[in-house]
């Protein structure tokens, strides 16, 4: 997507033709930093740190990881080690080990020598796929959105949205955002409510600037308004990402998307949820029994970033000096909750049988 004018993808190979390029996410919206990474060990960095995050993007990044891995050491034994050091980083969104399973499986019976070409080949066609998967499902929620703008003709259609999950989270278009995006380009009058997201604030700082950018109509709004917007009608319906989605349908997403749903199933809005194929662990049937929730570090919660008025950025201190604090940085909505999953190839119910209605190769 754009950023003033110039076209950017979320992760690239630099013009040197084999370093990586990502925007550091811990610096928006207030700095444009491109970082240029060099090995895996600044590869897993950055997906620790999140300085690139978002479940598709994490496993894009983690591709290229691995072929700079190669590059000093194309022995299977690195190959190996690279795996499963990148696969540690972030245990929740299920399409890092998706992307690693696929890089290993292209390069564990090629000849050392071959395997650093086919590794930059192979990750940038995670990343290509990623990017035509995710402007596919754009075209599958456009017409959502259609509908609901025929039924209010000449006024905004509310769309609620948690978290990052546009093209900062992917490799481009997004997937929550990838139909919001095609609405405004198709001249449907949007409005997103944007949910803040604490604790590291994705969506005040990440969704809003995308969106910003983009020129999609957007309030941001803390994470319990939610509730509160959706009883006085003002919201027509959710549409946010997911970290991986178990063969029943069941959810797992930033923390706070549960208690979205709920509010959604209330008040009765549609709750949507949107994602490629490679966020579907069809090896897991219950998300809250099964799906590894990622604990991060207190200091997330107890602190806070931002920019101070004469353009620092700084981070200070939120909770009371001394206060312990928890951070689980995903839940799982469960199915029922859910109105219909989005993606590349159509929309269907979250229920198993919606999603192999729609994957019928599945395992
Ligand atoms: C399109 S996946 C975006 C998904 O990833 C985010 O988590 P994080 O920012 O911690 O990587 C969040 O759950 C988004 O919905």
């Given at each position: 997507m754009?950023i003033?004018?110039t076209p950017y993808r979320s992760v690239w190979v630099d013009a040197d033709g084999w370093s990586v390029r990502i925007l550091?996410?811990?610096?928006?919206?207030?700095?444009?930093?491109l970082l240029r990474l060099?090995?895996?060990?600044?590869v897993?960095?950055a997906?620790?740190?999140?300085?690139v995050?978002?479940?598709?993007l994490?496993?894009a990044v983690?591709a290229y990881?691995?072929a700079l891995?190669?590059?000093?050491?194309?022995?299977?034994?690195?190959?190996?080690?690279?795996?499963?050091?990148?696969?540690?980083?972030?245990?929740?969104?299920?399409?890092?080990?998706?992307?690693?399973?696929?890089?290993?499986?292209?390069?564990?019976?090629?000849?050392?020598?071959?395997?650093?070409?086919?590794?930059y080949?192979?990750a940038l066609?995670i990343a290509d796929?990623d990017a035509?998967?995710?402007?596919?499902?754009?075209?599958?929620?456009?017409?959502?959105?259609?509908?609901?703008?025929?039924?209010?003709?000449?006024?905004?259609?509310?769309?609620?949205?948690?978290?990052?999950?546009?093209w900062l989270?992917t490799v481009d278009?997004?997937?929550?955002?990838?139909?919001?995006?095609?609405?405004?380009?198709?001249?449907?009058?949007?409005?997103?409510?944007?949910?803040?997201?604490?604790?590291?604030?994705?969506?005040?700082?990440?969704?809003?600037?995308?969106?910003?950018?983009?020129?999609?109509?957007?309030?941001?709004?803390?994470?319990?308004?939610?509730?509160?917007?959706?009883?006085?009608?003002?919201?027509?319906?959710?549409?946010?990402?997911?970290?991986?989605?178990?063969?029943?349908?069941?959810?797992?997403?930033?923390?706070?998307?549960?208690?979205?749903?709920?509010?959604?199933?209330?008040?009765?809005?549609?709750?949507?949820?949107?994602?490629?194929?490679?966020?579907?662990?069809?090896?897991?049937?219950?998300?809250?029994?099964?799906?590894?929730?990622?604990?991060?570090?207190?200091?997330?919660?107890?602190?806070?970033?931002?920019?101070?008025?004469?353009?620092?950025?700084?981070?200070?201190?939120?909770?009371?000096?001394?206060?312990?604090?928890?951070?689980?940085?995903?839940?799982?909505?469960?199915?029922?909750?859910?109105?219909?999953?989005?993606?590349?190839?159509?929309?269907?119910?979250?229920?198993?049988?919606?999603?192999?209605?729609?994957?019928?190769?599945?395992?």
């Amino acid at each position: 997507m754009k950023i003033d004018g110039t076209p950017y993808r979320s992760v690239w190979v630099d013009a040197d033709g084999w370093s990586v390029r990502i925007l550091d996410q811990t610096r928006l919206p207030w700095q444009l930093d491109l970082l240029r990474l060099t090995d895996e060990d600044q590869v897993a960095h950055a997906i620790r740190s999140m300085q690139v995050r978002g479940a598709p993007l994490i496993g894009a990044v983690a591709a290229y990881g691995v072929a700079l891995a190669l590059r000093a050491d194309a022995s299977t034994a690195a190959l190996d080690r690279a795996v499963a050091m990148l696969g540690e980083t972030r245990p929740t969104a299920i399409n890092l080990r998706w992307a690693l399973e696929r890089m290993r499986a292209r390069l564990h019976n090629l000849p050392a020598a071959e395997r650093v070409a086919a590794a930059y080949a192979e990750a940038l066609a995670i990343a290509d796929d990623d990017a035509e998967t995710c402007r596919r499902i754009g075209e599958n929620g456009l017409p959502l959105l259609r509908e609901i703008a025929a039924r209010k003709p000449g006024e905004a259609v509310n769309v609620l949205t948690h978290c990052n999950a546009g093209w900062l989270a992917t490799v481009d278009y997004g997937t929550a955002l990838s139909p919001i995006y095609q609405a405004h380009d198709a001249g449907i009058p949007i409005h997103v409510w944007v949910d803040e997201t604490r604790p590291r604030n994705q969506g005040a700082a990440l969704t809003a600037f995308e969106l910003g950018k983009h020129g999609v109509r957007h309030t941001v709004v803390a994470d319990n308004a939610g509730g509160h917007l959706m009883q006085h009608g003002q919201v027509d319906i959710c549409i946010v990402g997911t970290d991986r989605v178990t063969r029943t349908g069941d959810v797992a997403n930033k923390i706070g998307t549960y208690l979205k749903a709920l509010a959604a199933r209330d008040n009765g809005v549609p709750f949507w949820v949107a994602l490629p194929h490679s966020t579907i662990d069809w090896r897991v049937a219950d998300g809250v029994a099964e799906i590894p929730i990622e604990e991060r570090g207190a200091a997330e919660v107890t602190d806070l970033t931002g920019r101070t008025a004469d353009g620092r950025i700084e981070t200070v201190r939120v909770a009371a000096e001394g206060s312990p604090a928890a951070n689980p940085a995903f839940d799982v909505t469960p199915a029922r909750l859910v109105s219909g999953l989005i993606t590349e190839r159509g929309r269907c119910a979250a229920s198993e049988a919606g999603l192999r209605g729609l994957y019928p190769e599945a395992p």
